[in-house]
């Protein structure tokens, strides 16, 4: 029976919409059918909500030093085959202009993410590949030659020659991640690395100290830095940056990077006992804190405690980490080591995170070590390639996790081709 596609590709995103163009052009003149279904009607629904709606393309440097997830030799491979400059001349060749923030975040310039959306489907079409929306995948199955897709749609079963899945992984479910793809890749056999948000919102306890009225900071922007550490002090993890302080917690780029590392933590040690602080970056433990207030101090001892902590933090947070109406002069050795503290490392107590609803991607998925990262082709099921969210392979905030979709899409896309070209020559 002839299938209804040689490549079928499941899932409209970032990454699915990437393989769907360059298996489009690579496939240019062979007269292989590409066919792309996205479950929801209207396809990127993650694109547009990207980056406050501006869409964070790709970062001016990228490395494998900024993922998590996998071997970073395999993650360095993937983004030296699509890299940050590729994805440049190709949002140009798109019609996308790009402009460099200082904060090394490149966005269109019309500062919409509906630029890079439009555009993505705009290609797409150009290609010859056929979009289907509102076709939610129900499930998968190995078939002689290729594969059976069976759909929500009373049923309807597709054939393929070739698949390339692409349906993300949990985080931001109202856009249509539901995790179905990682359920499909486990039943085949694949090892699936449990799955947690990464790049949420952090959610505190509120309480008496100072790192409990966080509740007072709400709506305050500052730099910070947060640290994880062992019930024995041993750091875990340390990110540093811009956080803004909220009604239930932090968010921001620090705390939103450091939401994965005290989830990945907590889901491999259940129980274990760990700390986490919020410090100046200024200072990278309390003995450099204590030496700025005596270094303060012996500048002039008759400032008042808030006033120097107010020329590090916003004076609200000041005025909660400083003795109320003294002066330097007249804390006593515990106040001033107890101000040291509050400077460098400040206990604070989350909660947890905010959940998928509110993570911009999900940390797990796929073991990479099954996949041929040169194709991006399942190692334990031929002609299934993979691509994007799903893989265990997550980026910090900064236009990472779409140079990821960018690069694997690339590889998949491509490979697929090449792929379904040489099954027609062995044959």
Known sequence: MMPDADILIVGAGAAGLAAAIFAGEAAAHTGLRIVLLEGARKPGAKILVSGGGRCNVTNEHVSQDDYWG?????IRNVLRAFDEHRTLDW????GVALKLEASGKYFPVSDSARTVLDALLRRT???????????????????????????????????????????????LPKSGSDG???????????????????????????????????????GITCDIRLD???????????QQGSAVFTHFGMSGPAPMNFSRHLARFRLENPGAAHSVTLGHPQFRDEA????????????????????????????????VLAPEGLRLCDLTRSQRLRLASH?????????????????ETTAGGVDLREVDIRTMESRLVRRLH????????????????FQWAWATGYLAGRGAVAGCQADASAA
């Open 386 to 401: 993979l691509c994007g969210e799903i893989l265990d392979a997550d980026g910090r905030i900064g236009g990472f996790n």
């Open 228 to 238: 994880l550490r062992a019930g024995s002090g041993r750091l875990l993890a340390s």
């Open 288 to 319: 450099a804190a204590d030496q700025y207030l005596r270094d303060q101090m012996a500048a002039n001892g008759t400032t008042l405690a808030s006033r120097v902590v107010s020329m590090l933090y916003p004076d609200r947070i000041a005025r």
């Open 91 to 94: 949002m140009r060749s798109l």
């Open 343 to 359: 400077l460098a490392a400040l206990p604070i107590d989350v909660a947890a995170d905010r959940g998928y609803a509110f993570a």
């Open 180 to 218: 179905a793809g990682i359920a499909w890749l486990q039943q085949l056999g694949h090892t699936i690395v449990p799955t947690t948000p990464a790049l949420a919102p952090l959610v505190l306890r509120p309480g008496p100290e100072p790192g409990g009225r966080f509740a007072e900071w709400s």
């Open 125 to 171: 079409r150009e290609v010859g590949v056929e979009l289907r929306t509102g076709v939610r995948v129900a499930g998968l199955q190995v078939d002689e030659g290729g594969f059976r897709v069976t759909t929500s749609d009373a049923h309807v079963m597709l054939r393929a020659r070739r698949v390339i899945i692409a349906t993300g992984g949990l985080s």
């Open 70 to 74: 996998g071997p970073r030799p395999l």
